[in-house]
């Protein structure tokens, strides 16, 4: 059975960074895109950045332009989100997910998910 684990969050002070992975097992993901979307309380769930198997294409949200940076080891089945200069407004369950069938960033177009690592940017 396919299964997405997260890992790297926590709480951070404003304008500190973490590192998020997310590590595949069950099966191997490749040639399928894996992004990351998060969601606060009493918000819906909104994309973050998501990137190609190969690597060599990456979308992010404006809000997080310049800030995020998203990586992959295929060697590993494993995808990273870098955080930076990171805002309160970032405090969210940072989830990540695999295998879109059309959109990349739209979150019910994903089949896979993880269970979510919560992120709270607080000082």
């Known amino acids: 059975q396919a299964q997405l684990v997260e890992s790297g969050g926590g709480l951070v002070q404003p304008g500190g960074s973490l590192r998020l992975s997310c590590t595949a097992s069950?099966?191997?993901?490749?040639?399928?895109?894996m992004g990351w979307f998060r969601q606060a309380p009493g918000k819906e769930r909104d994309f973050v950045a998501v990137?190609?198997?190969?690597?060599?294409?990456?979308y992010y949200a404006e809000s997080v332009k310049g800030r995020f940076t998203i990586s992959n080891d295929n060697a590993k089945n494993t995808v990273y989100l870098q955080m930076n200069n990171l805002k309160p407004e970032d405090t969210a369950v940072y989830y990540c997910?695999?295998?879109?069938?059309?959109?990349?960033?739209?979150?019910?177009?994903?089949?896979?998910w993880g269970q979510g690592t919560q992120v709270t940017v607080s000082s």
């Open positions: 997910a695999a295998d879109p069938d059309g959109s990349w960033t739209k979150w019910d177009d994903y089949h896979y």
């Open positions: 990137i190609s198997w190969s690597g060599s294409t990456t």
């Open positions: 069950g099966r191997t993901f490749s040639s399928v895109p």
